[in-house]
């Protein structure tokens, strides 16, 4: 028996019902008590978990086979109120929640099929009449020629209602009743076929669960984000919008894709928040697509650092990670989730092949393409879909840059130009070309992210090629994930030759004698210091701080500020500077949110959580959309 087992992870729906089967006495100690029993040791036993919360309190999950609680019986309690008792909610809650794709339907219950994302909606003839009733599952309109059917409808309406009433409660309210109310009505939600609503519902109970516990991985403007996403798609679903993304796809498990040669690029250590580690191994084909494979498990630093050499486990093919990210495989059978993840089924069959220097084939084409025509293919994503967003940033880009110097939290570098365009760039004393901040990918101390660009920041003019991924939230910033010399230029990196050209920022420790004289780099041209962020330099940060005081402290803290009158001093400053659409939003943001109604008795009480979430998401939505366009401008920039 195990004295230090993890809870497993815990369906949705069965956290959403061991909640409502609490009377309104044991609900209002929930919060209390997910705390309190979270803290408890644990006992693993076989399979099972058990947990002692009292002498007569004892309680059993017993995962299925996929390693999750997915019933309501594979929860036990002895005490004598079980299942509707305080223990058995408690546990459930704090167990992490488990993805969808990992999660089967209850029984009775139909779930959702893996189809195309506009299978769910009904689709009229074209040669139909004109008085043809709608059908019963939905109606025929706009340029698809589909809509959402009534029980897709009634579930965005109940996720729409249950958001807005964590949106109103903030942080601080949003405990383990509210987030039920937001599982339960994920689960609906999955029943109707909206795994997109469902999906971002689970990242906003995620978020909310990180920032109560004030994990250290957690940001505020992620949960935002999460937030903002799920309102817009769920008021779009309510309001039976024909787009057929807003249904979204069901997450497909891996699926045959014949033979494959892949080359490695580079690898990137993995640290969650959630205490899990490992390392994905980036590789590419001939014609240019990107693979991965990932090696993450639990164990957090110490398996991030382990898993960085550990061996590649796709067929018999013996080479660590650290070996693949500078060689290549030919894989037969090969097996390719969605999201590019090679498999490491029974029949798949790998041969080690010799790797590509960065100057050669696919990984040459990836340094050829203009930075600014890469960066703006990354970011022409809606900046509303945050799902949609984070699949195409997650492609690398490559660039080889000039390096200037350290500034604030990141690395100034100056893109390297061709020598036809460098010459006139230099002739008119601009420097190499457009300004472009590095920022590491982990601050994490185990990792040698910092460390390595604290390195290249020391030598001014170094010559360096880099492969990152472009920053969303931040005016033409790279995050930076391995790096090799740029051919053919003396003041470049000087790197051992059992790194094959490239050094991984994440596990290679760039040392002072990998570096060349400072005599050898010719400086990096005009100052670049004094060149103005365009999202740092507008005032946008005080809508932004709105948004995010709305979230951290919920509907009373903005109305607090509304009554200050800082809401009207900030828009004066907004409209000044020519933002006049977010000065309005943030205005009517906190007008709503210090709006009262008047009850049956004459007594003023808040208005109702809808139109303050309307207000919130406009101002939200268009913060958004105004910070995308900023940061596509900065990388237009030319010398």
């Given at each position: ?235 779009r679903l309510a309001a039976s919008d024909p787009d057929p993304a807003l ?112 100057t050669d084939g696919p990984l040459g084409a990836l340094f050829t393409r ?270």
């Open positions: 028996m195990n004295s230090s087992a993890t809870l497993p992870p815990a369906a949705p729906h069965v956290v959403a019902a061991a909640v409502d089967g609490l009377t309104s006495r044991l609900r209002k100690k929930l919060d209390a008590a997910v705390d309190q029993y979270a803290a408890l040791d644990r006992v693993a036993d076989g399979v099972d978990v058990v947990v002692a919360c009292g002498e007569d309190a004892v309680i059993t999950l017993s995962p299925g086979p996929s390693g999750v609680i997915a019933e309501e019986g594979q929860a036990r309690c002895s005490c004598l109120l079980a299942p509707r008792c305080l223990h058995r909610a408690a546990l459930l809650t704090a167990c992490p929640l488990a993805d969808p794709a990992d999660t089967p339907p209850p029984d009775g219950e139909a779930a959702t099929p893996p189809a195309p994302a506009d299978a769910h909606l009904t689709r009229a003839p074209t040669d139909a009449p004109a008085d043809t009733p709608p059908a019963e599952s939905g109606q025929a309109t706009g340029s698809a020629g589909v809509v959402p059917g009534p029980a897709q409808v009634a579930a965005a309406v109940g996720l729409w209602r249950a958001a807005a009433a964590v949106l109103s409660a903030g942080v601080p309210g949003a405990g383990a009743v509210p987030q039920a109310e937001l599982l339960r009505a994920a689960h609906t939600a999955r029943l109707a076929g909206l795994p997109k609503a469902e999906a971002a519902t689970l990242r906003v109970v995620r978020g909310l669960r990180a920032a109560r516990a004030r994990y250290d991985g957690h940001r505020l403007a992620d949960l935002v984000s999460a937030l903002r996403e799920l309102l817009l798609t769920v008021g249904v979204g796809t069901v997450r497909r498990g891996y699926r045959p894709n014949g033979g494959l040669k892949v080359y490695g690029v580079f690898r990137e250590p993995v640290i969650s928040s959630t205490g899990y580690g490992g390392v994905v191994t980036h590789l590419v084909t001939d014609d240019g697509r990107w693979f991965s494979v990932a090696d993450v498990r639990p164990g957090g630093p110490a398996r991030a650092r382990g898993a960085a050499t550990a061996t590649v486990a796709i067929g018999a093919a013996m080479m660590s990670h650290a070996q693949l990210a500078r060689g290549g495989l030919l894989i037969a059978g090969a097996t390719v989730s969605p999201d590019g993840r090679l498999g490491a089924g029974k029949g798949v069959r790998a041969t080690p092949v010799n790797g590509l220097a960065w203009p930075l600014a025509e890469a960066a703006g293919e990354r970011l022409s994503a809606g900046a509303w879909s945050e799902e949609e967003s984070a699949e195409q940033v997650r492609e690398p880009v490559g660039c080889d840059l000039v390096i200037v110097g350290a500034a604030g939290d990141h690395v100034l570098a100056r893109q390297l130009l061709p020598e036809d365009r460098a010459e006139a760039a230099r002739a008119a004393d601009v420097g190499e070309g457009p300004v472009v901040r590095l920022v590491p990918a982990s601050r994490h101390p185990d990792l040698a992210h910092v460390e390595n660009l604290r390195r290249l920041a020391s030598r001014p003019g170094l010559r360096v090629r880099v492969v990152a991924r472009v920053e969303p939230g931040r005016a033409a910033t790279l995050v930076p994930l391995a790096v090799g010399p740029v051919a053919g230029r003396e003041a470049t990196l000087r790197l051992p030759p059992e790194w094959q050209g490239r050094a991984d920022l994440g596990y290679d420790r760039i040392q002072g004698s990998h570096l060349p004289p400072a005599d050898a780099c010719p400086p990096p041209g005009r100052d670049a210091y004094g060149e103005m962020d365009p999202l740092e330099g507008a005032p946008l940060w005080r809508v932004r701080r709105l948004i995010e005081l709305a979230v951290s402290g919920g509907r009373r803290a903005v109305a607090e500020s509304a009554r200050g009158g800082d809401a009207r001093r900030q828009a004066a400053s907004l409209r000044g500077a020519g933002f006049r659409t977010a000065a309005d939003l943030a205005v009517a943001l906190a007008d709503e949110a210090d709006r009262r109604e008047r009850d049956v008795f004459g007594r003023l009480t808040e208005a109702g959580p809808d139109g303050y979430a309307r207000a919130w998401l406009a101002a939200a939505a268009h913060l958004a959309a105004t910070e995308r366009a900023l940061v596509r401008t900065s990388w237009q920039a030319t010398p």
